[in-house]
């Protein structure tokens, strides 16, 4: 297998090249009740302390995501939250006024993105949605997407131009099926926040996953996915976790998923 052919030459140099791996959080959420707990200083510390060097976060109400990037406008990628309240993220996609708001948000702020969209294949045809990916397109802005396969292919109909990052590896998260929806949609990434336990199950990197990152070593990128307050206090342990199954990889193929796929969608002006 590949992954056994390139052990004895990957592991001699991983301790030295990730020692300090740089990790670029491809997946945060700084909502309301977690303001309550946490300032805007005190999260741009826990980045800081976890040697995050850049981070998309979106947030519930939108602008809450705007008061972490003024304070740290090098570190802060903002993606613009479509929900106000917590019961949008249910309701959203039926909701008719939503594509003129985010329109009109998007007119102010620095935004670099909209999403996290929570949305399944039941509701795949909702005319919002199409009008948030034919913005999306019109806007040269990628989408955050917590959704399963027949909603990315719906995506990829309504426009192929559309970058998606899909949240958390899908809602079917197994390394066949992503391997051929990587193959179908090349402006598609996928974000792997939350899947630690399936990539390396008691820390050791899956056979199938290894081989799955090594074909295509440019369309992933990591993240915590801070979803409540408590990922937010278990961020370092997280992170760690994540540099544990990087360290598996070949140094190259580490820094991609680390942090230079994340630049090269996010930050496209300032990738090389």
């Known amino acids: 297998m590949l992954r056994t052919a390139l052990l004895l030459l990957v592991f001699p140099f991983t301790s030295v090249v990730n020692a300090e791996l740089p990790l670029f959080d491809a997946h945060l959420h700084y909502n309301e009740n977690h303001a309550q707990e946490f300032t805007p200083q005190a999260i741009i510390r826990i980045l800081q302390?976890?040697?995050?060097?850049?981070?998309?976060?979106?947030?519930?109400?939108?602008?809450?995501?705007?008061?972490?990037?003024?304070?740290?406008?090098?570190?802060?990628?903002?993606?613009?939250?479509?929900?106000?309240?917590?019961?949008?993220?249910?309701?959203?996609?039926?909701?008719t006024s939503v594509p003129a708001r985010v329109a009109s948000q998007l007119e102010s702020g620095n935004w670099r993105g909209i999403g996290e969209l929570h949305i399944f294949a039941e509701n795949r045809h909702s005319p919002v949605l199409r009008q948030l990916v034919q913005l999306a397109m019109q806007q040269g802005l990628p989408l955050l997407m917590h959704t399963d396969p027949a909603v990315i292919d719906t995506i990829y109909e309504i426009g192929t131009g559309v970058s998606v990052i899909w949240a958390h590896a899908?809602?079917?998260?197994?390394?066949?099926?992503?391997?051929?929806?990587?193959?179908?949609?090349?402006?598609?990434?996928?974000?792997?926040?939350?899947?630690?336990?399936?990539i390396a199950p008691d820390g050791k990197l899956d056979e199938a996953w290894y081989e799955l990152l090594i074909r295509f070593p440019d369309r992933f990128l990591v993240g915590v996915d801070t979803f409540s307050s408590e990922q937010w206090h278990k961020y370092g342990d997280t992170t760690r976790t994540i540099r544990s199954w990087l360290e598996q990889l070949p140094p190259d193929v580490a820094k991609q998923l680390a942090y230079h796929n994340a630049r090269s969608i996010l930050l496209p002006s300032k990738a090389n």
Do not use: C, M
């Open 170 to 198: 899908g809602a079917y998260p197994y390394p066949d099926l992503l391997a051929d929806y990587l193959n179908r949609y090349p402006n598609l990434y996928i974000d792997l926040s939350v899947r630690n336990e399936r």
């Open 49 to 95: 302390r976890n040697h995050i060097s850049r981070a998309l976060v979106t947030s519930r109400p939108p602008q809450l995501v705007q008061t972490l990037y003024e304070r740290a406008p090098d570190r802060i990628i903002p993606f613009l939250g479509v929900y106000e309240q917590f019961a949008d993220k249910q309701n959203w996609h039926r909701d």
